[in-house]
Structure formats: structure tokens, C-alpha cells
């Protein structure tokens, strides 16, 4: 990748830390901007990373710096706005931390004027770009398991304690905690599970179900259980909690065996690790956040296709409403066969 690429941020809280220290040591990327409206973590994050300029007011900092690729770290509530922003003033491509909408409706906007601009837009799902996913995917379709029937995945984080403590000043400011900006178990972890089972049964789901305990103080799903129907008796399943204890990891039963993954979403540098019918496989990592990057610059540069299409992004966004509306209304929910031409 010869070219140096302008990036800039919007949303300067913990995660927006874990992006910049991915980036620190790559050549290809230079941290042109930075905005946020809490000059507290504005300024945190630009003495962190050295970045000289920075702004309160997205739309200001994108038309002064011109940035290549802008990244969105905010709640997922404000995402179509900065999105609709950068496509205002027309930068090339846009990253979108996970989950990349509210609603699959918003997505669809996001979709539709992102295409008739011609920019690059790719949800924010690093994990994808890890090799230890991409060598599961690889060991299914090599047939190591036989036919996928049947996958299954967890995470929870023990947030829950949070909840009770909810009239605290700290725990207002938590996304995650709060309806009103996009927050709830299934936007924040249980996103990560249903796009590891669509992604490794190779199919959309026909239907869905969930339950789950609703904090109706807060307006979310601390926590949610689901079960997604593919049809023909293949099937996934997946929990979510910030009720619940640390835990992560998935599994996906075939045929002629089963492969589990102990460690799902945290990968980094270093080894990670999956098993296929007890035998144990060791992957080289990186960082992720890094190659998510280097994809979509990648993409820029080539016209090649991002690792994440907006397909993904969308079955995923579709999911989530359709067990947002099993779970609220206690019913099997159909989701129609719908292409992104159609969205």
C-alpha cells in the first residue's frame, strides 16, 4: 500500500484509544482529526496520540481536514447523523464501530446515500479481520466439521452491576446503559454473536426467537437469549448478558464433528487458539483493528471489495430488530428474503 491515508476520528472515548494504538506504528495511516463534544476526552486523546488538531463540531473538522477515511466511535444513536455528515462533505470511505445502526431502516438510509456518493462504508467488526476467524472459516469450508447444522456463541461482561447503580453521574454517560442512545445487551455483545453464526453457516436466518430481562428504567436488554432458525434443521444459538459473569467463545457442530473457539472476540497479536473434534490449532494473530483499517484503505486504493459488504452489515442490523421484536412481543419472528437492492 504505497499511499498515505488521511484518517479522522469522531468520538473520543475508550474505544477510540484501542483504534489509535492500532494505528500508532502504521505507515499507511496519518491521524489528520479528531471531534468530540467532552473536551475532556478530546484532549485525553489527542495527548495520547499526538494529534494537533481537533474539534467539537464534526462537520467543522471534516471540511478543514479532509480526512480519507473518517472512523465513528460514537453511541450507535448518532451514527446516521455522522454519517450523512461525512458524506457531505465527501470523504472516501467510513468506518462504523459496531453496531453500525439503531435500526436495519437506518442502515438502509447509510446505504443508500453512501452508494449514490460512491464512498466506502464498512460496519466496524474487527474480529472478522483476525486470523483466527478467518482459519475457522477456512477449516468448515475445507468440510473438517462435515455440514453445518448447528452453531452456538455466548458473551457477557458482568456490566449488570452497573444498572443498579444506574442514578450515578458515570453510568448515565454509558451508552451501552441507555436505550435512548442505541445502548442494550444484544447492540453491544450479543452483535458479536449473531454475525459469528450467520458468518459461519453461510446463510440468513428464516426466523427468530428470543427472550430476555428488560430494564424498563433504562430502556434495554441487559439481558438476551435467541435462537435463530436457518431452516432445514440447521439452527443457532446464542446468549448475551451484562448480568452475567465474563464469557466468550462459540462453537459450530457439523456432521462429523464440532470446532470451538474458547477466546471469540478478543484476539490480538500473539497465538490464539480453536479445536476441531479435540484437536488443537494454533493461529499466528494481529492486531485487528489494524488490518480492519489497512482492508478499507486497501479498498480505496484497489476498488476491491472491503472483507465486510454491506450484505453482512445488513443481515446482521435485520437480526437484531427482528429478536428486539420477539423479545418485547413473545413471538416467532419471520424475517423476509430481502437483497440489498431492494433495501
Known amino acids: ?13 475508550g474505544i477510540s484509544h484501542v ?6 506504528n502504521l ?3 496519518e491521524i489528520v482529526g479528531a471531534c468530540d463534544e467532552k473536551f475532556e476526552s478530546l484532549a485525553r486523546f489527542a495527548t495520547e496520540f499526538n494529534v494537533d488538531n481537533t474539534y467539537n463540531d464534526l462537520r467543522q473538522m471534516l471540511e478543514k481536514q479532509q480526512p480519507d477515511v473518517l472512523v465513528i466511535a460514537t453511541w450507535p444513536a448518532s451514527h446516521l447523523k455522522n454519517v450523512l455528515e461525512a458524506v457531505r462533505c465527501g470523504v472516501k470511505a467510513i468506518l462504523v464501530e459496531k453496531p453500525i445502526a439503531v435500526t436495519s431502516t437506518q442502515l438502509e438510509q447509510m ?8 464512498i466506502l462504508l464498512m460496519e466496524g467488526f474487527m474480529y472478522r479481520h483476525h486470523p483466527l476467524t478467518l482459519a475457522v ?18 458473551f457477557s461482561t458482568g456490566l449488570g452491576r452497573s444498572l443498579q447503580a444506574h442514578t450515578q453521574k458515570t453510568d448515565r454517560q454509558n451508552w451501552r446503559l441507555r436505550g435512548d442512545l442505541g445502548g442494550g445487551a444484544v447492540m453491544d ?3 458479536y454473536c449473531i454475525n459469528i453464526i450467520r458468518y459461519l453457516i453461510s446463510q440468513e436466518p428464516q426466523s427468530v426467537w428470543a427472550t430476555g430481562k428488560f430494564e424498563a428504567i433504562n430502556n434495554v436488554w441487559e439481558t438476551l437469549i435467541g435462537t435463530l432458525d436457518f431452516g432445514d434443521g440447521v439452527t443457532g444459538q446464542f446468549d448475551c448478558s451484562f448480568g452475567w459473569t465474563w464469557r466468550e467463545s462459540y462453537e459450530v457442530t457439523g456432521t462429523k464433528g464440532t ?5 471469540a472476540w478478543g484476539n490480538s497479536e500473539g497465538e490464539s487458539h480453536f479445536t ?3 484437536e488443537t490449532f494454533t493461529v499466528t494473530g494481529v492486531n485487528p483493528y489494524a488490518a480492519e483499517i489497512l482492508d478499507l484503505c486497501h479498498a480505496i486504493e484497489t476498488d476491491a471489495p472491503t472483507r465486510l459488504p454491506l450484505t453482512d452489515a445488513l443481515g446482521n442490523m435485520r437480526v437484531i430488530d427482528a429478536l428486539h421484536e420477539s423479545a418485547h412481543t413473545g413471538q416467532c419472528i419471520k424475517i423476509p428474503v430481502q437483497g440489498l437492492e431492494n433495501s
Open 1 to 13: 500500500m504505497a499511499k498515505k491515508h488521511r484518517v479522522a476520528i469522531v468520538g473520543c472515548g
Open 19 to 24: 483504534h489509535g494504538n492500532a494505528w500508532r
Open 27 to 29: 505507515p499507511e495511516i
Open 111 to 118: 446505504i443508500q446515500v453512501t452508494g449514490r456518493a460512491n
Open 137 to 154: 472459516k477456512q477449516k468448515i469450508e475445507e468440510g473438517a466439521i462435515g455440514e453445518v447444522r448447528y452453531a452456538r456463541s455466548t
Open 189 to 191: 455483545l450479543g452483535c
Open 259 to 263: 470446532l470451538s473457539v474458547q477466546s
Open 276 to 278: 476441531v473434534n479435540g
